[in-house]
């Protein structure tokens, strides 16, 4: 069984049964171009449904950490190995600044990549955020025994990764060479439920409304060539308008990015998609 690697919010582990129910029944090669912490893409490799595969994010450093995976593994079990890795503040905010100082460098690749992932397991609730000056600045997330993946989970997540293309790009270049038969996931940050809804906490910067437009005209271009296309989003007015027409699933799902407990809690979200098992 393989499992995420980095904790993310907005994952979708807690709506992971409902879009199982409703992937096709098969397809040629699987897309995900909101790549995440590539909850489906593991599961359906758990179940043997993945064969090629091409992911996509346009968040560098995670894009970066499974590069390295899938290139460096034993490099960057290496790196982990060694002992500065402490779940103390003043040491998440010293290794915070030095992840700073030298993201981007790709002659750090490595060193990034277990940034990273020490960043993200000890941060607060798997955020990732920047400042005005692109820096990210998620608090130290004060958990008593946070574990860093292992070995063992990183070797398989090694292989999986071994027949996956991986890009850095817009979801619109991810998908360009798509093809009739072929199943395509989109994992969009969602459509905020209101403008103080929980969903902006973990919106990125830029993709509003007219992104989620640009979005929806993409997946009817896709379905017209004969691609299978799912789609997650929050249950919105918006949503609703932009995929008429479609298969429009409602699920039940809390989330715990709120600071605000019973904004947790009810959410209904949605899935779209073109297609009927």
């Given at each position: 069984?393989?499992?995420?690697?980095?904790?993310?919010?907005?994952?979708?582990?807690?709506?992971?049964?409902?879009?199982?129910?409703?992937?096709?029944?098969?397809?040629?090669?699987?897309y995900?171009?909101?790549?995440?912490?590539?909850?489906?893409?593991?599961?359906?490799?758990?179940?043997?449904?993945?064969?090629?595969?091409?992911?996509?994010?346009?968040?560098?450093?995670?894009?970066?950490?499974?590069?390295?995976?899938?290139?460096?593994?034993?490099?960057?079990?290496?790196?982990?190995?060694?002992?500065i890795?402490?779940?103390?503040?003043?040491?998440?905010?010293?290794?915070?600044?030095?992840f700073?100082?030298?993201?981007?460098?790709?002659?750090?690749?490595?060193?990034?990549?277990?940034?990273?992932?020490?960043?993200?397991?000890?941060?607060?609730?798997?955020?990732?955020?920047?400042?005005?000056?692109?820096e990210?600045?998620?608090?130290?997330?004060?958990?008593?025994?946070p574990?860093?993946?292992?070995?063992?989970?990183?070797m398989?997540?090694?292989?999986?990764?071994?027949?996956?293309?991986?890009?850095?790009?817009?979801?619109?270049?991810?998908?360009?060479?798509?093809?009739?038969?072929?199943?395509?996931?989109?994992?969009?940050?969602?459509?905020?439920?209101?403008?103080?809804?929980?969903?902006?906490d973990?919106?990125?910067?830029?993709?509003?409304?007219?992104?989620?437009?640009?979005?929806?005209?993409?997946c009817?271009?896709?379905?017209?060539?004969?691609?299978?296309?799912?789609?997650?989003?929050?249950?919105?007015?918006?949503?609703?308008?932009?995929?008429?027409?479609?298969?429009?699933?409602?699920?039940?799902?809390?989330r715990?990015?709120?600071?605000?407990?019973?904004?947790?809690k009810?959410?209904?979200?949605?899935?779209?998609?073109?297609?009927?098992?």
């Amino acid at each position: 069984m393989v499992k995420p690697i980095v904790k993310w919010a907005g994952g979708k582990r807690q709506i992971l049964k409902h879009l199982l129910e409703r992937i096709p029944i098969e397809w040629d090669i699987y897309y995900e171009p909101f790549a995440g912490g590539l909850a489906l893409l593991t599961a359906l490799y758990t179940k043997g449904k993945i064969g090629k595969a091409v992911i996509s994010d346009l968040n560098e450093e995670l894009i970066n950490l499974y590069v390295v995976i899938k290139e460096r593994p034993q490099d960057l079990l290496k790196e982990l190995r060694k002992k500065i890795y402490h779940n103390d503040k003043e040491t998440y905010l010293k290794l915070r600044e030095e992840f700073n100082r030298i993201r981007g460098n790709q002659s750090y690749d490595v060193r990034r990549a277990a940034l990273f992932l020490y960043l993200n397991r000890h941060g607060y609730n798997g955020l990732w955020r920047v400042n005005s000056k692109g820096e990210f600045n998620v608090p130290f997330g004060r958990y008593k025994n946070p574990k860093m993946p292992d070995e063992k989970h990183i070797m398989k997540f090694h292989e999986m990764l071994k027949n996956i293309t991986i890009l850095n790009e817009d979801f619109e270049i991810a998908v360009r060479n798509i093809n009739e038969n072929d199943f395509v996931y989109f994992d969009p940050p969602y459509q905020p439920v209101s403008k103080t809804a929980y969903f902006t906490d973990y919106t990125s910067a830029g993709f509003d409304s007219k992104e989620q437009r640009r979005l929806a005209a993409l997946c009817r271009k896709l379905d017209e060539k004969g691609v299978y296309f799912m789609v997650s989003n929050s249950d919105t007015p918006l949503i609703r308008e932009l995929y008429e027409g479609f298969n429009i699933y409602v699920v039940e799902a809390n989330r715990n990015i709120n600071s605000k407990a019973d904004r947790r809690k009810g959410i209904t979200e949605v899935i779209i998609t073109n297609y009927t098992k």
